[in-house]
Structure formats: structure tokens, C-alpha cells
């Protein structure tokens, strides 16, 4: 067990854990890799933006290293749903609401392990977004498409607003109030993902002056 984190904390990381797992997982089977690669595909989903996190942030070893339980949910997970995606569908609500929870979970994890550290606001809240995006960055490349952090849709812009208020929760509130800090962080993530989802909210895309000039014609 993790015990750098509350028990609450450490049951909603090892959920997203399995969650993100589960996606990297269904990724790499439309790709039609086999079972080695759907293993590795699931696992940098669901460990590598914590990797990449205490890697900077100097937590050696990393946390699947301290905690091997990490690293033998995403492999278990990865089998059980690699078999079961070949007899079933997996059906895609359910995996975008929970890779949103998932979202959420991360960030605020992400923020929170820096912050317990000493580090400045600013760095908790990108060491919050790198956890929560980077597995799925690694996931989208190994696949071969394009990240999903770079398309005009609201993913990382909502990771970026949970860990903001985390953040800033944590300067005001004591911390007999972690578990409402967390809680309202991780709202705050699930509901941009999730509105933007609905209502097909999106970001402004870069347009050349000539594709500008068609649109207005």
C-alpha cells in the first residue's frame, strides 16, 4: 500500500489506475496488436504519467516501484480485458465517464504529491496535468493517433481548471478539509469533461488566413 496517501486518496488512485488501464487496453485492440502489446499499451496508460511526475519531482523510486500493486493491477487488467474484449463490447459510455473519473483522480493526485513535497503552486498544478495526460499521450503515440491533449476538444483545458482549484483550495482551506478539496477538485474536472462531451464544447483551432477567408465566404 501507498502510504504516502489516505486511504480514500489511495482507493481512487488505484481505481483510475485500472481505469486508464482498461483504456489503453481497448486503444491498442482496435489497433489489433497481440497480447504483449496490449500489456505494455495498457500499463504506460495507466503508470506513466505517474512516472513522469516523480521523475521530476525526484520521488525515486517511483511509485510503482515503492508499491508493486501498481504494476499488478494494470498487467491483470490488461489480460482480463484484453479476453473479454474479444468476446464483448465494452460499452462507450461507460468507458468515457469513467476515464473522466480517471481524470480526475490523476490530477488531483498529481497536484497533491507536489504540494506534499514543498513545491511551489505553479508546479502542482503541471505535475496535476502531467499525470492525469501524459499516460494517454504515451498510449495515442504508441497506437499511432493523434493525442487527444492536441485536438480542439476540452481534456487537458478541464485536467488544467480541477487542478487550479485544488490548488488553491489547499492554500485556503485546513487540512481537515482534504477530503471536500479533493472531491470539489475532481467536480470540477468531471464536469468540464463531461459538459464538453455533451454539448460538443471545444477550444478555438488555429486557421491560416486562407482557410479564415473561405469560412467567411
Do not use: C
Amino acid at each position: 500500500m501507498n502510504f504516502d496517501l489516505p486511504l480514500f486518496i489511495f482507493s481512487l488512485d488505484l481505481f483510475g489506475t485500472i481505469v486508464f488501464a482498461i483504456a489503453g487496453v481497448l486503444a491498442a485492440a482496435e489497433r489489433r496488436l497481440d497480447l504483449f502489446g496490449v500489456v505494455v499499451v495498457g500499463t504506460v496508460t495507466a503508470i506513466g504519467g505517474g512516472t513522469l511526475r516523480d521523475l521530476i519531482l525526484g520521488r525515486l523510486p517511483v511509485f510503482w516501484v515503492q508499491d508493486t500493486l501498481y504494476l499488478t493491477l494494470t498487467i491483470i487488467t490488461s489480460i482480463v480485458v484484453f479476453t473479454l474484449a474479444r468476446k464483448m463490447r465494452f460499452p462507450h459510455r461507460a468507458i468515457v465517464v469513467a476515464d473522466a473519473i480517471g481524470l480526475a483522480v490523476f490530477t488531483v493526485i498529481g497536484a497533491k504529491v507536489a504540494l506534499s513535497l514543498g513545491h511551489p503552486p505553479m508546479v502542482a498544478v503541471v505535475t496535476g496535468v502531467m499525470t492525469a495526460v501524459f499516460g494517454g499521450i504515451v498510449r495515442d503515440v504508441l497506437t499511432a493517433v493523434k493525442p487527444m491533449i492536441f485536438e480542439k476538444e476540452i481534456y487537458a483545458t478541464a485536467v488544467m481548471a480541477g487542478a487550479f482549484v485544488y490548488v488553491n483550495l489547499t492554500w485556503f482551506l485546513p487540512p481537515s478539509w482534504e477530503t471536500f478539496t479533493t472531491l470539489v477538485s475532481m467536480g470540477v474536472v468531471l464536469f468540464l469533461r463531461l459538459a464538453a462531451i455533451h454539448w460538443h464544447l471545444h477550444l478555438p483551432v488555429f486557421l491560416s488566413i486562407e482557410e479564415t477567408s473561405r469560412k467567411d465566404d
